[in-house]
């Protein structure tokens, strides 16, 4: 078994809590974007379907720069990948006010902002945990700092909506941009991690590379179906913040009511990231999966068949949130039981790239569907039937390390 570090209570709490806080930032950047659409809409007129474009690139490139920062972070320390993702984030936001092409957006926050926010996020700070703490309590851990990208989400969308009603969005979005370059002095606990000589040891003692480490990940039927549910995970929840304002739009309700639903998932998503980190100690983590992904599609199917009002979005907000980011702990977990943490960045990052190039389309296709029928009943429906899959394909999965894995 891989020995961790033998850090104290005190510093191993120091390391969660900055890995909580960074993604607190980051999260909360990301999962407010789309309080900026319709604003952004009015200012340039370039159109929901040019703006749900560049924002899909954005789900995209967030979830393909993941495993490339992961590799990074593997090789040269994590620390160096949060301060530069600050940067790329903070500029990125920064120049979209300026930006009125659609060439412009793409490039501000599909492209800068997006891999900036991916620097700091999910495979990177899980990954580097990981590495700081023994198995017992990695689960826990997990939990708890996605709970604090669910807290950035309930923080930062009544606030985005707040500023953006009393100043516009252009003080909101550089209120967000500055706020980023907070996660550079949080990166600092983050350099503690395995030692030198404990980290040589594991490497030797199973001589298996990044490269062979990937190509034996990628041939693992439990680590591809892993990939197929996150898929899954991703259309629905970049569907969702994208497009979750231009819904309570179409149903007379104000700008407000997508504010506060977006923060309830934020602080519903709390109770199960957390509730997901401790159950993924004491059960099977692929059952915890299951369960995750078919609620979605009862909760989506009740719905579309309840009345449109603001409590109706607020209850469905809540139910959500429950599981809304709460399928990272255990996925997250699951690709350690198969692979170790040695490389736990860069593999559970390329699981990221797959739950993002479901967001990808979650976003892209939702404009093309207000577009097109001038409502969302056809994702509301895709999203039902990708939910009931992604909870099927989860059950196969093999909880079990994969041979010539390193030891989790």
């Known amino acids: 078994m891989q020995t961790p570090t033998e850090l104290s209570p005190r510093a191993a709490w120091g390391v969660m809590i900055a890995a909580a806080a960074i993604l607190m930032i980051t999260m909360g950047a990301r999962l407010t974007t789309g309080l900026f659409i319709s604003p952004i809409n009015t200012s340039t ?125 252009v003080a909101a979005m550089l209120t967000m941009a500055a706020t980023t370059l907070l996660t550079i002095p949080l990166a600092w606990p983050l ?82 990231s957390l509730s997901a980190g401790a159950l993924g100690s004491r059960y099977r983590m692929k059952y915890l999966l299951v369960g995750m992904y078919a609620s979605r599609a009862v909760i989506v199917a009740i719905y579309l068949m309840a009345p449109k009002n603001a409590w109706t979005f607020y209850i469905f907000a809540a139910a959500l949130g429950l599981t809304w980011l709460a399928t990272v702990p255990p996925t997250a977990g699951l690709v350690s039981k198969l692979f170790g943490t040695r490389y736990l960045a860069t593999l559970f990052g390329l699981t990221l790239l797959s739950h993002q190039i479901g967001g990808f389309f979650g976003a892209w296709l939702g404009g093309l569907a207000i577009s097109r029928f001038g409502n969302y009943n056809w994702m509301w429906y895709a999203d039902i039937v990708l939910a009931l899959a992604a909870a099927l394909v989860n059950l196969p999965i093999r909880e079990a390390p994969v041979g010539s894995a390193l030891p989790a």
């Open 45 to 169: 007129g370039l159109g929901i379907v040019s703006i749900s474009f560049a924002f899909a690139i954005g789900q995209f490139v967030w979830g393909a720069a993941q495993p490339v920062f992961g590799v990074v972070a593997d090789k040269y320390g994590t620390p160096k990948v949060i301060i530069a993702g600050a940067i790329m984030l903070a500029v990125g936001m920064a120049m979209t006010p300026f930006m009125s092409s659609q060439w412009g957006l793409l490039l501000s926050m599909g492209l800068l902002s997006a891999a900036g926010a991916g620097a700091g996020s999910f495979s990177i700070l899980i990954g580097a945990t990981a590495q700081s703490l023994p198995p017992q309590r990695r689960a826990f851990a997990a939990g708890f700092i996605n709970a604090g990208g669910s807290l950035g989400q309930f923080v930062f969308a009544p606030l985005m909506q707040l500023i953006i009603t009393s100043a516009g969005w």
């Open 191 to 272: 350099r503690k991690k395995a030692t030198a000589s404990v980290q040589k040891a594991a490497v030797s003692l199973t001589e298996v590379k990044l490269g062979q480490q990937v190509r034996l990940a990628l041939r693992d039927r439990s680590y591809l179906c892993l990939h197929a549910g996150f898929f899954t995970c991703g259309f629905h929840i970049a569907f969702l913040v994208t497009h979750l304002p231009g819904e309570v739009a179409l149903c007379s309700l104000s700008a407000s009511v997508s504010a506060t639903a977006l923060a309830l998932i934020g602080l519903f998503n709390i109770v199960g």
